[in-house]
């Protein structure tokens, strides 16, 4: 199928209009961070000011950036790596011990996903408190595991799936274990898709709100935090806001920009087949 | 010494259904051993099963008389050979082959120097360090060759090995892999769908269907005495010829006569009685045991005449309205749509009940004495002038 020029110039242009709508926030959020506070509140919005770095200043002045961005890279690395570490034997066993049961068990580990997180903040907020993991890099890093289990152990079930079965039986006629299986064939012949699975997980935590903000408050708080701290009760400073929240996104925005191709590619790698 | 055995081996896939149906089968030391059949019959479960890589449902498997149902694959001394070869795509033929050796503790100037004896036996020196990526269809099997001989097995097992090859390589594989099979000394067990391998290659075939053997023996042995029509019709190419008859009339020692449709008459001798007269049966006969005969009983009408280069085919409609295919010689002029008249000799001729099997013939002998295996001294022909 060929379509014509005029329909190809549409589409073209329909792609940018919606690319610009989903990044205009974005880039709006990083222009008013070089505005001083009036000036993000001027009507009509300013589009050419000469920018400043007062509201970086400030913001350095009030909180540690360091600190919650270094929360933020041990509890979304952390809670990856669990995740990861308790998926791959799960998905292993789905994928190539499968029973009758398998299809309903992936599913319904995928609908504990639909349930609203809040209805269980109540119990999990008085178990964190109980076990005194209230504010603890280590009580978030299991929340967020358990968070992205279903998905991880899913993406990773697919692709296992995707995995040739006689490579594996070859392997155990040469006597490979379970372990070595997993750890000489299985792993590097899904390196793509597990590389991606992380990176999916490692984002998603990293984006995470609710939970950060309700289990932690100063010690143990990431990013997502650290940017509500800038919201604060006596009335919103945009610039400090904004100032705040690219601090917060500029990591995870540089890493997803140097992996989307792996990110893309093991995102559609059953899909395009 | 590797010896095999099967006993009463069964397999479920899905409770209430077997995919083998009860199999007994002894395979001898340093024998090639072909299973053959349709696709679907059965063969790559049970070669499977013979591994390791699918439990076994009922039954022992026993290697050199031990009970291993329950041993781990890689503890049973077989190596196997997949269809699909399944090699590591990530790592080098070097590492192919060394694998099994490296995961087994050998230290790495022992595993060199079996990696390189195997690459030497396969002609796979200069390929040592590429990926299977970077190999042609033949070398990628090689190389699954390799990773099974440096293992040093007890017993081959080989999955349609052949069926990805075009057909000039497959030729030249068959020959190799028999030079292998004498070289190693080693017992091989080999599945395929194609019987031309199964003839060529094996020392005793198992014929399979519907996961139940039908008949075991040498290649000659199936081919000369069948034992029911599905072996007959399955071993032989091109195909052997079914007509139904009747019995005319029978001396009580294996001589008589069959009428065909057209009522024309064909002699036939058997190494038992037939049944009396007007019993239907259904006659066989190789199309490459027929000859032209102006007093022949298969008279009818060719149309179509298929010229192979060294022989030729001519498939007639006989005038009892049976279809006939007769092998001749490649420069036999013959045309079609002209009416031919072939004949066979009376102990050329199969006869099948209606149970499908077959009436003994003449000379069949229940164990004919087996070839000398790899490694046996040759057994001389004595002279009998
Ligand atoms: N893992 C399996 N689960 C269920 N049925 C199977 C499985 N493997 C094979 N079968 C069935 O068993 C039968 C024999 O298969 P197979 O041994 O592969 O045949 P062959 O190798 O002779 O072509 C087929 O009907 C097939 O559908
Ligand atoms: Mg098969």
Known sequence: MRSSPLKTLLTTLLGWIVAFALFFPIFWMVLTSFKTELGAISTPPEVFFRPVITAYQEVQARSNYLH?????????????????????????????????????TLLWMLSTKMLPPVGVLVPIYLLFRTSHLLDSRIGLIGIYALMNLPIVVWMLFTFFREMPKDILEAGRMDGATTWNEVVHLL???????????????????????????????????????????????????????SAASTLA???????GWISQRQLVRGLTFGAVK | MATLSLRGVRKSYQAGFETIKGIDLDIADREFVVFVGPSGCGKSTLLRMIAGLEDITAGDLLIDGQRV????????????????????????VADNMGFALKLAGVSKTERDAKVREAARI??????????????????????????????????????????????????????????????????????????????????????????????????????NHPANLFVAGFIGSPRMNFLPVTVASGDGAGNGVVALADGNQVAV???????????????????????????GPFAGEGHLVERLGGLTLLHLTLTGGEELVVQTDGNDPVQPHVLVR?????????????????????????????RPLPGEAPVVATATA
């Open chain 2, 69 to 92: 149902n329950d041993v781990d694959p890689s503890k049973r001394g077989l190596a196997m050979v997949f269809q699909t070869y399944a090699l590591y795509p990530h790592m080098t």
């Open chain 2, 269 to 295: 001798q058997m190494g038992e009685a037939l049944p009396a007269p007007g019993t239907p049966l259904t006659l066989g006969i190789r199309p490459e045991r027929l000859y032209w005969d102006p007093n």
């Open chain 2, 122 to 223: 396969l002609q796979l020196e200069s390929y040592l360090d590429r990926r299977p990526k970077a190999l042609s269809g033949g070398q990628r099997q090689r190389v699954a060759i390799g990773r099974a001989i440096v293992r040093q097995p007890k017993v081959f097992l080989f999955d349609e090995p052949l069926s990805n090859l075009d057909a000039a390589l497959r030729g030249q594989t068959r020959v190799e892999l028999l030079r292998l099979h004498e070289e190693l000394a080693a017992t091989m067990i080999y599945v395929t769908h194609d019987q031309i391998e199964a003839m060529t290659m094996a020392d005793k075939i198992v014929v399979l269907q519907g996961g139940i053997v039908e008949q075991v023996g040498s290649p000659m042995e199936l081919y």
């Open chain 1, 249 to 255: 996104v500029a990591p995870i925005l540089v890493f």
């Open chain 2, 342 to 370: 072939s004949a066979v000799s009376p102990d050329e001729c199969h006869l099948f009940g209606a149970d499908g099997q077959a009436l003994r013939r003449p000379g069949h002998i229940a164990q004919p004495p087996a």
């Open chain 1, 187 to 241: 792993m590097p012949l899904t390196l793509p898709g597990m590389a991606s699975t992380a990176l999916l997980s490692l984002i998603l935590c990293w984006n995470e709100a609710f939970w950060s903000l309700n289990l932690t408050s100063s010690s143990a708080a990431p990013l997502t935090t650290f940017i509500a701290s800038f919201s604060s009760p006596e009335g919103l400073f945009f610039a400090k806001l």
């Open chain 1, 68 to 104: 919650f961005a270094l929360n933020s890279i041990l509890i979304s690395v952390g809670g990856t790596l669990v995740a990861m570490l308790l998926s791959i034997p799960a998905a292993y066993a789905m994928a190539f011990h499968p029973s009758h049961r398998t299809r309903s």
